[in-house]
């Protein structure tokens, strides 16, 4: 290195915080997707929360009220083969497994239930001190909660409290609004609501280490009439056979994808422009 980009270098290091630096400087990977496979999904289900569940199904969570519920629904067929209805008061939001314990969290509500994932019977309520009750996954170790803000929680999966937080961000701007939560090969990986982006996240320290655009599914889904369909939300991972599910509130279907390279050239301000939602308090 040459004295004087070292000496700006330096100057630089000195001002900003390392943090600030590292957010700035990190390297973020852009993918799109490919369809590997389409299965039905059922058009009522407002989906809050997905997960794979084994053995070709999935557990879903869906919101609306008078509507929510847990479900544990087959892959291929869409079908839903066991329906847990909540109260109609209640809107379902963001499910994960933890050992034997459906977890499940609610819209506007700082408590959450928890249901016996072989026949979803209720077994339990709990408190958690997120804002609002909207994602979780888990790595098996903590429990990964969103509330819609830009913020990620790690929650003990006993006590159901706040073991840590983290602001997540891109390139220095604060990723608003992070939805349905999934836990994949050490990342987190976010629904942007109301984007088609999936935000990859470190939890390590909140970065976003890669965004995933999935504008093509939205697009041919209403080009295919589907005109009443609501925003992408429900990531699922099955770990065993390395398989990436997704879908949308009242999407009609299920798609499993692949991440693929993204052809085309990445515009600047593209992602920014994508994926990033304005949060409700600013101009
Ligand atoms: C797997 O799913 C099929 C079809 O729903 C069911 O008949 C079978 O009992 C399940 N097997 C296990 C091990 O849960
Ligand atoms: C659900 O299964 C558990 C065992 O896993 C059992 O104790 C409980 O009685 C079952 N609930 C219902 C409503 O069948």
Redesign the pocket.
């Known amino acids: 290195m040459d004295t004087l980009p070292r000496l700006i270098s330096v100057f630089c290091l000195l001002l900003v915080s390392s943090n600030t630096l590292r957010a700035f400087q990190q390297t973020v990977s852009i993918d799109t997707i490919t369809v590997v496979n389409v299965f039905p999904h059922d058009p009522q289900a407002f989906t809050q929360g997905l997960l794979y569940a ?4 999935l557990f879903e969570s869906t919101g609306d009220y008078g509507k929510s519920s847990v479900r544990k629904v ?1 892959l291929h067929t869409g079908k839903v ?1 066991k329906l847990q209805k909540m109260d109609d008061s209640l809107f379902g939001e963001g499910l994960t497994l933890h050992g034997d314990r459906l977890i499940q969290v609610a819209w506007l509500q700082t408590n959450g239930f928890i249901y016996d994932p072989k026949n979803l019977s209720e077994i339990g309520t709990f408190n958690h001190d997120m804002k609002d009750g909207w994602g979780l996954a888990t790595d098996g170790k903590v429990l990964f909660g969103s509330d819609g803000s830009s913020s990620l929680y790690k929650i003990d999966p006993q006590t159901f409290k706040t073991v840590s937080k983290q602001v997540v961000y891109y390139k220095g701007h604060q990723v608003h609004f992070l939805n349905e939560l999934e836990y994949i090969n050490g990342e987190v990986w976010a629904n942007v609501i109301p984007t088609d982006c999936i935000a990859r996240i470190s939890p390590n320290d909140g970065l976003v280490v890669g965004w995933i655009l999935l504008q093509s599914l939205w697009k041919e889904l209403i080009e295919a009439g589907n005109t009443d369909i609501n925003v992408l939300n429900g990531i699922a991972w099955d770990a065993e056979q390395e398989r990436i599910f997704v879908t949308g509130k009242l999407w009609p279907e299920l798609y499993e994808i692949k991440v693929t390279p993204i052809k085309s050239t990445i515009e600047e301000g593209m992602v920014e422009k994508l994926c990033l939602p304005k949060p409700f308090n600013s101009a």
């Open positions: 084994g053995n070709d199904s087959a083969e």
